[in-house]
Each structure stands twice: as structure tokens, then as C-alpha cells.
């Protein structure tokens, strides 16, 4: 898996073991393993990796946001008891509770509530699966990446204007990646990003609207290559205008 930055917070294992004597509870193995390595964090674009979160469920107890039935995983009392540890970009909750063996799904869109066993060893393995099921897309996102959280985190935004040009945004990102050497690609007909672990981010072209690209870094010390105002200035060379 590949890390977009270097700057890791990890979560210590004694606030983890607080909590679950706390809340009377056990968390994943291999979610405690995940987030004490990497910390809080964003994979593969779709999924926030938290730390564990009794409150956030609380407010939907009044509400019939989702349909509790016998065949339920749980009732809808019990999602007062539930803590989360996850939420997607699309809203969705991932959560655990002291009685329920597994992973509970509690979509945005949907009225549903899954279960989902939880791998012991990788914990990004379980969030391809739910992927995979929940999007019914045959394979997950890859290669797969996750983007820690730090206060490191910087990005500029830009307007592209090639289009008036006879170009693309496409084209552009064609010569971008023969410009620079890369870590690692993901591309799709809606968006394509090159990761760069010197700048600790990556550079997204939006191909799904042809005119926006952004470039994500991490604020470096006056000693460290300052590779991401390279790549400014390549992108501003190219019909592309910062914004903020």
C-alpha cells in the first residue's frame, strides 16, 4: 500500500486500551493495528479512518433513518451504544457495538444496515470488501493509498484553460507524467492522480469537468526539495491559473 505522506500521527495503544475499558468494548485487532500505525487518515479517496467515536450516532436514536427489523443487525435504541470509526466521503458510517460481532454499515442513502466480518490481519482489506459489495464494483480502487492526516497538508487549486487552446486536460496529464517520475498512477475516465512521495502528496486532474486541477503537498523546511513549486510552475506554464 502505497503512503501518500511520511508525517505520520499515529494513535498511541494506551488511549485505545482507555477506551475500550472505558466504553466496554473491543475493537477490531486489525483496525487498533491500523490506526496506531498510520493514524486518522483518508483510504483510497473514499473512506476516513478515525479514531473511535461514541457520540456521532446518538442524534439518529430519534429518528427513522434506517429500517430496524428482526432480520436488523441492530435495533435502532442500540445505535445509541454504537461507536464509529470510520465515515466515507458520501456520508456513509462504519461503526462497532459491545454485542455485535462485526462491522455495521450504516449507508447515507440508504435504509439498510449491513454486517461485515472484520479481517484480523489487514484492516484495508475489510474496507475493499465493503467497497466491492456496497458499490458493486468487481475490484477495489487501486493501487491502493492512504493519506494520514497532519497539519502538514497544503493544496492550490487551478483553473484550466487549455480547452480554448485545442488541448485537454487529459493531454496535459499525459505530459505531466512524462515530466516527473512517479511513485504511483490511479486513473479512471473521471480524474487521474500522480503521487509524488518528495512533495508528500499528489497532483488530480478532474477529467469529469475538464477545467479543474489541484495539487496537494506537505509544507516543507527551507532544506527539503521544494518539488511541489516545480510542478506549480509546470502547470501555470500550461494554461492552468491558480485560484483560491
Not at 465515515?87 to 462497532?96: E, H, K, M, P, R
Not at 512517479?182 to 508528500?200: I, P, R, T
Amino acid at each position: 500500500m502505497y503512503i501518500v505522506s511520511r508525517a505520520l500521527k499515529p494513535v498511541p495503544p494506551e488511549e485505545l486500551d482507555h477506551f475500550e475499558q472505558q466504553h466496554a468494548i473491543s475493537l477490531p485487532t486489525s483496525y487498533c493495528t491500523w490506526i496506531e500505525q498510520y493514524g486518522e487518515g483518508t483510504y483510497t479517496g473514499w473512506m476516513n479512518v478515525q479514531r473511535p467515536d461514541p457520540e456521532v450516532l446518538k442524534p439518529f436514536v430519534e429518528y427513522d433513518f434506517w429500517i430496524h427489523t428482526d432480520e436488523s443487525p441492530i435495533s435502532q435504541h442500540q445505535l445509541e451504544q454504537c461507536i464509529t470509526i470510520g465515515s466515507s466521503v458520501d456520508g456513509d458510517f462504519l461503526a462497532v457495538h459491545p454485542e455485535v460481532e462485526g462491522l455495521l454499515w450504516l449507508p447515507r442513502h440508504d435504509e439498510n444496515i449491513t454486517l461485515w466480518t472484520c479481517s484480523e490481519n489487514e484492516f484495508g482489506k475489510t474496507l475493499d470488501r465493503i467497497y466491492c459489495g456496497y458499490y458493486r464494483q468487481d475490484t477495489p480502487i487501486t493501487p491502493r493509498y492512504y493519506e494520514p492526516w497532519n497539519e502538514l497538508r497544503k493544496h492550490t487549486f487551478y483553473h484550466f484553460t487549455g480547452q480554448e487552446q485545442g488541448s485537454s486536460m487529459q493531454a496535459l496529464a499525459e505530459m505531466c507524467k512524462t515530466e516527473y517520475e512517479w511513485d504511483a498512477v490511479l486513473e479512471n475516465e473521471y480524474m487521474c492522480k500522480l503521487f509524488m512521495a518528495s512533495m508528500g502528496g499528489y497532483v488530480r486532474f478532474n477529467y469529469a469537468t475538464g477545467r479543474e486541477v489541484a495539487l496537494f503537498y506537505e509544507e516543507k523546511n527551507g532544506t527539503e526539495e521544494a518539488t511541489d513549486n516545480d510542478i506549480s510552475l509546470f502547470l501555470q506554464a500550461h494554461h492552468c491559473t491558480a485560484y483560491e
